[in-house]
């Protein structure tokens, strides 16, 4: 009797824990790619190379915002040489200042893995404003 | 001595520890980013590791400090400096109606939520210990202008769980909103009433966005950061630029500096100063 | 021990349904606060902190109520309190999962509070109220479980309990010394800086608590076979006495003390709660009636003949807790920010879905009560029948 049960629970358990993957099969999409401004293009050089900055951007911006905040520092050159401005929405030296579409780089991305940033609670899209 | 605390704990040793953890935990192997991005505040001689500077145009202070001249305060400085200072900080305006296409089905705001930065008040109630009765009449009508006093000893900064507010080493106290948790011990701490709480999402009572300076969200404190983002481009804070020569904003700790000299001439005097807090803000009588 | 918890009668489970409802209810409401925001509340920019923190702030003190039952049994040997302990552990144990709650419902970013363990900031009161929260929370959860586990299994409890147990006291002392130290450390808050809150606080929370504790006694013997003992309620009734006077003491060296020195700033306060300012007095019948109640208490307490009435103790205890709760909730709260600083009144009234996220919290205290009770009541018949 309570062998039944707990087989039908632990079915039951397996059913829910894969949902993910048996929600899915059938619209698998490929991965999609980041899609480059023409500015972004021409400065060739971002802060750190491409896969680095694939792989921690998001820790590179955490350590940015604990440093404007916190040690009242804004400018960054990176170890290739070049200057930024540690910021992300503000001055053309800023991450939107050369990636200028948030949707085509920013969002296409995390939508995919289903990551939502918190950032544009506050920081605002430079987009947002001219429109 | 906190601060001193705070810097010894938080440069490079345990925050660079956390995140090194943290992003080997995540991408085990990106070890050449972990020591581009943790190597904080090192001075950076060699010429592979990234570096970070304050801009060179920043203007710098050991303690930075506010002198409001309550002569030259008029309803009109009062408006354009309140005004400026909600336009450059993206402060919402509660009366604002919000656009009913971005925004639908808005709840009404109320009014004793709002945000103030700098604020004017009457003389009772912003020194409100040295009420009298035979007041000198000029004082009983004159607007007085009230912000965060930045104070030497803050309260605030004390009160706060999470350090997310602090004092710099130049003085300012200032408000990290990533790191708040909304707790409001801060605003029961400050005896000026000068901290606000975003009780809403501010977007729809804001007319115009000042790209230059972000929105909060919702759930942190806020208050005046004495313009830290414009000093340290090089720019005056807006409430000086608007005031028509009523505030000054400079180092108090420089005996050459203009403030210093105005203190030095007149007679000024700080709210509350039985606190024992050391306000920064200076009201010349 | 735990699957004593599911089998029950139906008044048993028609219970704990009704507190899954309100529960169920309060948590849909939450979820708009979560979603939209603090807005949601009475609350505003001069009275910062409202109904949340003014229940974390006495159901702090019930909590820390029990141990007027371990120090009796524990450090006295007073043998007839050997069979309530065990509720004034799990009351404890229910009342800070309640302070818990109360206080994540507060937070603005509650996704962030644990910013307060990644950046530990010993100069705040707040980090030190975690701590003896959490770690009193963890005492009695362990010492309140080990014990009756062992009385099920009619054996000694572990020895190690023991220096848990001791532990626990100044834990219990500590919850609400701290809790009183967020408030009467701020320089510019009258009302709350004064050295006696510490103390006026404790002697609250001895009367609350075991005045809680006699109710619940009463509802133990009327619901199950467990008879906590009309001796140790007694006793408890003599301590609430006693917890109560001082209490009421305190807020008079406080009314002295600020009257005959005439500070303004300490003064608008009072007057604010008891008599109203500037025209503002939604607290004055609540005060009053908080006194009326907490005066009968102690009549009724200090007469023999009333207080070994066991028809009317119950009822002198619902008045004593009524009346703590107005007196370190609504007045504590609301009394330390009106006026505020600048000296402006504007008045708190909590909102609606503020008080059914509220009474979702003591649902769910409630619920966890029940079970910890039927547990201990259920050990107790078995070991005795």
Not at chain 2, 56 to 71: C, P
Not at chain 3, 302 to 308: E, L, S, T
Not at chain 3, 316 to 327: E, Q, S, V, Y
Request: with cysteine; charged share 20%; aromatic share 12%.
């Amino acid at each position: 009797m309570s062998k039944n049960v707990i087989v039908a629970g632990l079915t039951v358990f397996v059913i829910v824990a894969l949902f993910p993957f048996w929600f899915n099969i059938g619209n698998t999409n490929a991965a999609p790619e980041a899609e480059l401004s023409a500015k972004a293009k021409a400065a060739k050089k971002c802060v750190l190379d491409k896969y680095d900055m694939r792989a921690n951007h998001m820790s590179l911006l955490d350590d940015w915002r604990d440093t404007v905040v916190r040690d009242s520092k804004r400018v960054y050159k990176a170890a290739n040489g070049k200057t930024f401005g540690m910021s992300l929405s503000t001055g053309e030296d800023s991450c939107m200042g050369c990636h200028v579409d948030k949707e085509k780089f920013c969002d296409k991305c995390h939508n995919y893995v289903s990551v939502a940033p918190s950032c544009w609670e506050c920081h605002t899209d430079p987009k947002e404003v001219t429109q | 001595m906190i601060n001193k605390g705070e810097n010894f704990l938080s440069k490079s040793n345990r925050r660079g520890f956390l995140k090194a953890a943290g992003i080997s935990a995540v991408a085990i192997g990106a070890a050449p980013a972990i020591k581009a991005v943790s190597a904080v505040a090192s001075g950076g001689e060699a010429t592979n590791l990234p570096v970070k500077t304050a801009k060179i145009e920043a203007l710098t202070a050991k303690r930075w400090g506010m002198v409001i001249d309550t002569s030259k305060i008029t309803d009109e400085v009062v408006e354009s400096v309140v005004a400026a200072c909600r336009n450059t900080h993206n402060i919402p305006d509660f009366d604002h109606k919000p656009d009913e296409k971005k925004y639908p089905n808005i709840r009404p705001a109320k009014k004793m939520q709002e945000i103030e930065w700098i604020w004017e008040e009457h003389y009772h109630n912003a020194f409100p210990e040295m009420e009298d009765e035979f007041l000198a009449d000029k004082f009983k009508s004159l607007p007085f202008l009230v912000t965060c006093n930045h104070c030497k000893n803050a309260p605030c900064v004390q009160a706060c769980p999470t350090k997310a507010t602090f004092k710099r080493e130049d003085g300012i106290v200032i408000m990290d909103f990533h790191r708040c948790i909304g707790c409001r011990f801060c605003m029961a701490a400050c005896p000026y009433g000068s901290r606000s709480f975003n009780f809403r999402d501010a977007r729809p009572f804001i007319e115009k966005i000042n790209p230059e300076f972000p929105v909060r969200s919702k759930g942190v404190v806020e208050k005046c950061n004495l313009c830290a983002e414009r000093l340290e481009r090089g720019l005056q804070p807006a409430c000086v630029e608007a005031s028509e020569g009523a505030i000054v904003v400079g180092d108090l700790e420089d005996p050459e500096s203009e403030v210093r000299a105005i203190l030095k001439e007149n007679y000024a005097i700080r709210r509350k100063q039985e606190l024992g807090t050391e306000p920064s803000v200076y009201y010349i009588m | 021990m735990l699957e004593i918890a599911i089998k029950g009668s139906k008044k048993y489970w028609i219970w704990l349904g009704t507190l899954l409802t309100v529960m169920a209810v309060a948590f849909a409401l939450y979820i708009d606060q979560f979603m939209n925001g603090l807005m949601i509340t009475g609350m505003s920019r001069d009275v910062s902190w409202g109904f949340y923190i003014a229940n974390f702030t006495f159901l702090v003190g019930v909590a820390a109520g029990g141990v007027m039952v371990v120090i009796p049994y524990y450090l006295h040997d007073y043998e007839k309190f050997h069979r309530i302990t065990i509720l004034g552990e799990f009351l404890a144990v229910a009342s800070l999962i309640m302070c818990l709650m109360f206080i994540v419902a507060d937070l603005g970013q509650p996704v962030r509070m644990l910013n307060v363990l990644l950046y530990p900031t010993p100069n705040s009161m707040l980090f030190w109220d975690m701590c003896v929260l959490n770690g009193y929370l963890f005492l009695n959860i362990v010492i309140g479980w080990k014990v009756l586990e062992a009385e099920r299994n009619q054996v000694k409890p572990p020895s190690w309990t023991k220096p848990l147990i001791y532990l626990s006291i100044p834990f219990a002392i500590g919850i609400h010394t701290v809790t009183a130290y967020l408030y009467c450390g701020l320089p510019g808050r009258g009302f709350w800086l004064t050295a006696i809150l510490a103390p006026r606080f404790l002697a609250s929370a001895f009367a609350a608590g075991p005045s809680f504790l006699i109710l619940l006694c009463y509802l133990v013997r009327k619901f199950t076979k467990f008879d906590p003992g009309w001796e140790a309620i007694q006793t408890l009734s003599k301590i609430v006495c006693y917890a109560l006077i001082a209490n009421v003491f305190f807020f008079f060296c406080e009314v002295f003390v600020v009257f005959y020195s005439k500070l303004p700033g300490h003064m608008s306060h009072i007057k604010y709660l008891f008599f109203g300012l500037h025209g503002h007095g939604a607290l004055v019948p609540w005060m009053w009636t908080s006194m009326i109640l907490m005066f009968t208490g102690i009549v009724l307490l200090i007469v023999p003949a009333f207080r070994n009435n066991e028809t009317l103790l119950p009822f002198t205890c619902i008045m004593i807790f009524i009346g703590t709760w107005i007196d370190k909730s609504l007045g504590m709260i609301s009394g330390g920010f009106v006026p505020n600083p600048l000296h402006h009144v504007t008045e708190y009234i909590p909102t609606v879905q503020e008080i059914v996220i509220s009474l979702g919290v003591l649902a769910t205290g409630l619920l966890i009560l029940t079970v910890l009770f039927k547990l201990a009541a259920t050990v107790k018949e078995e070991v005795r029948g």
